[in-house]
């Protein structure tokens, strides 16, 4: 399996501000996910983390608001840009070993709340 | 393109009884599915998952799912409802034979009357 830690476990920020999310596995990964869920709703995938380039949006999800890195293959982060509070929402990084390339494990979640 | 849909966002059951959370599929290409937990202010679980092998699936605290290619589901089963299984519950799409991204059903809240 795969242990995956996100910091900040939580966090209140203020309109118009920024926040990086940092997602650490502690083995090496073929593929990285950055996913949202808003309040009482289900997982929609932001975007592929991918190592060494540019992430693959999701339709909805644009660059300039989500920016994400991906360094290496333990490593990623996700930027929510210009925050508003319409972007208060628990986001999940998630990973794909190579050894499993049918399972995906998933960190413990980023709970975000905008003022 | 993939889809999953569950029927039913909150299902309440007693304790002790059966539990059925229903999940039907579209998918272009043969699908891997799963059912994941999350429990309140938890991340997600993996409870079990269907990757072409068996068709009658099982997973972790006693649950199981059935695919059903020609109706298109794997519902999620458990003989008998335990009060910790009271969490929210999604079923999940990814394309079969190659890391993907999953889609996400809407999810189901599961309630255990004691």
């Known amino acids: 399996s795969a242990v995956i830690s996100q910091k900040p476990s939580r966090d209140i920020c203020q309109r118009g501000t920024s926040l990086t999310i940092q997602c650490q596995v502690d083995?090496?990964?073929?593929?990285m996910f950055w996913y949202r869920q808003q309040p009482g709703q289900s997982l929609t995938l932001i975007a592929t983390?991918?190592?060494?380039?540019?992430?693959?949006?999701e339709s909805g999800f644009v660059i300039d608001k989500f920016p994400i890195s991906r360094p290496n293959l333990t490593f990623s982060t996700l930027t929510v840009s210009n925050m508003s509070p319409e972007d208060s929402s628990i986001y999940l990084c998630?990973?794909?070993?190579?050894?499993?390339?049918?399972?995906?494990?998933f960190g413990p979640g980023t709970r975000l709340t905008v003022t | 393109a993939q889809s999953v849909t569950q029927l039913g966002s909150h299902v309440s059951v007693s304790e002790g009884a059966l539990v059925l959370l229903r999940c039907n599929y579209s998918s272009s290409v043969p699908p891997y599915l799963f059912w994941y937990v999350q429990y309140p202010n938890q991340g997600l679980q993996l409870l079990l998952k269907y990757t072409s092998a068996a068709t009658l699936v099982k997973g972790i605290n006693g649950f199981e799912a059935e695919f059903k290619k020609s109706e298109t589901s794997f519902h999620l089963t458990k003989p008998s409802a335990h009060m910790s299984d009271a969490a929210e519950y999604f079923c999940?799409?990814?394309?079969?034979?190659?890391?993907?991204?999953?889609?996400f059903g809407s999810g189901t809240r599961l309630s255990i009357r004691p």
């Open positions: 999940a799409v990814s394309a079969y034979s190659s890391a993907s991204k999953i889609i």
């Open positions: 983390a991918n190592q060494g380039s540019e992430a693959t949006y």
């Open positions: 083995s090496q990964v073929t593929m």
């Open positions: 998630s990973a794909i070993r190579e050894e499993a390339l049918d399972e995906q494990y």
